[in-house]
Every structure is written in structure tokens, then in C-alpha cells.
């Protein structure tokens, strides 16, 4: 069992940074591959970035350039540096654990999902 908790979002101008930071709980943290994924209103979930245990990083095309997913083992913690948000990064921002494998950008190859944290971004 694995749970996820994640912090760092808030209100921020277009333009501008966040980090989002999802910790979780348990020995395996390494073992597992963690991704982000995020909904907004009214709209289906949607795969932001993924990293596996490895540290093999994989991006959304509306992303990359713009985000990057990093872990730290030690800590058992998975990050998501956010630079030149636009209004249309507003979302709740979900991370999400697996350890059995199937194709990194698909909400069903996750098991564990944390909470979300809610990203906001003003024009």
C-alpha cells in the first residue's frame, strides 16, 4: 500500500513557476514509477509527465519544455517543476504510483493516486 500526498500548488500570474511535490508513504518508493496527471473542470483526467524507477522522464507534447518531473529516493518524494504556466495549466494536479507496469500516460496503469492539489493560473 502506497499512499501520496501533494503539496505546492497555488494561485500564480501566466508566466510564472511552481513546484508541485507529491511524498509518499512506504520502503519501495524506488521501485515504483510515478506520474502526473491533471483535471480540470469539467474535463477528463489528463497525463502530464511521467518518471519511471529508473528515472526514464516522459512528457505531454502541451508540457514539455515547459515541466519537468524529477524524484529524489531518499526522500521518497516525486517533483513537478512547473516554469511558463499558462491559464490553460489551471487544474488540479494529481501524482500517481505504479510498480506493475502498462504505458506510463494511461490513468489505468496507476494504482495509488494521491489527493490533488489545485493549480491556478491568471491571465
Known amino acids: 500500500q502506497v499512499q501520496l500526498v501533494e503539496s505546492g500548488g497555488g494561485l500564480v500570474q501566466t508566466g510564472g513557476s511552481l513546484r508541485l511535490s507529491c511524498a509518499a508513504s512506504?520502503?519501495?518508493?524506488?521501485?515504483?514509477?510515478m506520474g502526473w496527471f491533471r483535471q480540470a473542470p469539467g474535463k477528463e483526467r489528463e497525463y502530464v509527465a511521467a518518471?519511471?524507477?529508473?528515472?526514464?522522464?516522459y512528457y505531454a507534447d502541451s508540457v514539455k519544455g515547459r515541466f519537468t518531473i524529477s524524484r529524489d529516493n531518499a526522500k521518497s518524494t516525486t517533483y513537478l517543476q512547473m516554469n511558463s504556466l499558462k491559464p490553460e495549466d489551471t487544474a488540479v494536479y494529481y501524482c500517481?504510483?505504479?510498480?506493475?507496469?502498462?504505458?506510463?500516460?494511461?490513468?489505468?496503469?496507476?494504482?495509488?493516486w494521491g489527493q490533488g492539489t489545485q493549480v491556478t493560473v491568471s491571465s
Open positions: 500517481a504510483a505504479t510498480n506493475r507496469g502498462g504505458h506510463y500516460s494511461r490513468t489505468s496503469s496507476y494504482d495509488y
Open positions: 512506504g520502503r519501495t518508493f524506488s521501485s515504483y514509477a
Open positions: 518518471i519511471k524507477s529508473g528515472g526514464s522522464t
